[in-house]
């Protein structure tokens, strides 16, 4: 198994462009979340999704798209990237969501390095 | 909202013990407590989780306080490898809330 996966690796932007973060597992989870992780703090949620066809806002979606069309698959869209936008991204996936008297262990991709000038 | 309250940083001799503290005091009753931990420029990974009793596996104890609102990550021997920071984590609303977590220095 190849895990969570995210592409790309690195990238810079300029104020106003868009683009598309990928992430994919192929384990088969139902739940997968984004986060981003600004320079000395923790990772905050921006969008999940507890499987295909449904989505719904974290912490900090503004300015940020996602759907999910497959299980595997889960894009995050900057629609006009701004300098706040400039942060690590993270992609992660788990069987189902932590619920009550229930774990679930979370995966997580590499990260991609995003940078807005 | 849930939160977690960690230190900051915390420092220890390679090949020594190490416990690394949680307070976690607006926990419910029915959440696990949970530990990652993240080593520069990765992921987050799993490391351990619990309910009630104390847990061990191959990484890692943890101790949980007996009213839950406070656990400790253990780890017997610390390696170079170690050092990371580590997050103790409570679920909040469907989606688990992460701290600023504990950068653990280790000295050779």
């Known amino acids: 198994n190849a895990g969570v996966t995210q592409t790309p690796k690195f990238q810079v932007l300029k104020t106003g462009q868009s683009m598309t973060l990928q992430c994919a597992q192929d384990m088969n989870h139902e739940y997968m979340s984004w986060y981003r992780q600004d320079p000395g703090m923790g990772l905050r949620l921006i969008h999940y999704?507890?499987?295909?066809?449904?989505?719904d806002q974290g912490e900090v979606p503004n300015g940020y798209n996602v759907s999910r069309s497959t299980t595997e698959d889960f894009p995050l869209r900057l629609l006009s990237a701004a300098p706040s936008q400039t942060s690590v991204y993270f992609c992660a996936s788990s069987h189902k969501p932590d619920s009550m008297f229930s774990y679930n262990e979370q995966f997580f991709g590499p990260g991609t390095r995003l940078t807005v000038l | 909202d849930a939160k977690t309250t960690q230190p900051n940083s915390m420092e220890s001799n390679e090949e020594e013990p190490v416990h690394l503290p949680c307070n976690h005091s607006?926990?419910?009753?029915?959440?696990?407590i949970h530990w990652y931990r993240q080593l520069p420029s990765q992921g987050p990974e799993y490391v351990i989780h619990?309910?009630?009793?104390?847990v061990n596996n191959r990484m890692a104890s943890l101790a949980i306080a007996e009213d839950r609102k406070s656990s400790t990550l253990i780890l017997h021997r610390a390696t170079l490898r170690d050092a990371a920071v580590y997050y103790c984590?409570?679920?909040?609303?469907?989606?688990?809330?992460w701290g600023a977590g504990t950068k653990l220095i280790i000295k050779p």
């Open positions: 607006t926990i419910s009753g029915t959440d696990y």
């Open positions: 619990g309910l009630t009793s104390n």
């Open positions: 999704s507890v499987g295909a066809g449904i989505t």
């Open positions: 984590r409570e679920r909040g609303n469907y989606q688990l809330i």
